[in-house]
Nanobody, 129 residues
Framework: QLQVVESGGGLVQPGESLRLSCVAS????????IGWFRQVPGKEREAVSC????????YYADSVKDRFTISRDYAKNTVYLQMHSLKPEDTGVYYC??????????????????????WGQGTQVTVSS
């Protein structure tokens, strides 16, 4: 049964960096897409980033472009979200989500992840001075 477990959240100061990890089980890089969402207090849940079967196909929300990077370790079935230049508005609960690919799998689809994915329990990220 597909499962994902996040880790790596914490309290950091503005401008600092943090890396989130997500370990997926019963998962295949060739048949699944995976990504990160966040729930910021007072705002709708937001798709942050996702990756499909090829490393060149990634998605980033405009609010995190050039600051966040999604990557993976194939051998460890782990996806990472490296976050730099963190801002107070990045504060929230970050969720890892995995779902079957769509079509060729060359493109990840945040909407599919959100509606059909398996969610982790979330990890809290707090950016505050």
């Amino acid at each position: 049964q597909l499962q994902v477990v996040e880790s790596g959240g914490g309290l950091v100061q503005p401008g600092e960096s943090l890396r989130l990890s997500c370990v997926a089980s019963d998962f295949s890089w060739t048949t699944h897409q995976i990504g990160w969402f966040r729930q910021v207090p007072g705002k709708e849940r937001e798709a942050v980033s996702c990756i499909a079967t090829v490393d060149t196909s990634t998605y980033y929300a405009d609010s995190v472009k050039d600051r966040f990077t999604i990557s993976r370790d194939y051998a460890k079935n782990t996806v990472y979200l490296q976050m730099h230049s963190l801002k107070p508005e990045d504060t929230g609960v970050y969720y890892c989500v995995a779902a079957p690919i769509v079509g060729s799998g060359y493109v990840c689809y945040p909407r599919v992840l959100e509606t059909a994915g398996v969610w982790g329990q979330g990890t809290q990220v707090t950016v505050s001075s």
